[in-house]
Nanobody
């Protein structure tokens, strides 16, 4: 699976962004999908995941209630709607594909990574 993330940018605190991750290659809807992020000087951390059918999602506590993950299997695309953004959300965001929405929360269990997209939230 090849993953291409897009949609990052510069936004003021309180604003919104929508990230997309387009997949190609092996069957998209065989995989759980997820988002991770990595801020400068910090380890890559889990943000959100969604199972292949779209009915099971997980979120990091830091984004719960503000971010929404979704997927459109017909378009081979996953999304991350980010609302009420905070400066601490600033990071490079990576999309990922893995075995299940639960296991993909662990970076070492991710099967495929996309390139990152920069999200910068100004105060």
């Amino acid at each position: 699976v090849q993953l291409q993330a897009s949609g990052g940018g510069l936004v003021q605190a309180g604003g919104s962004l929508r990230l997309s991750c387009a997949a190609s290659g092996r069957t998209f809807n065989n995989y759980a999908m997820g988002w991770f992020r990595q801020a400068p000087g910090k380890e890559r951390e889990f943000v959100a995941s969604i199972n292949y059918g779209g009915g099971i999602t997980y979120y990091a506590d830091s984004v719960k209630g503000r971010f929404t993950i979704s997927r459109d299997n017909a378009k081979n695309t996953m999304y991350l709607q980010m609302n009420s953004l905070k400066p601490e959300d600033t990071a490079v965001y990576y999309c990922a594909a893995g075995p299940t929405s639960a296991r993909i929360r662990i970076a070492t269990l991710v099967n495929y990574w996309g390139q990152g997209t920069q999200v910068t939230v100004s105060s």
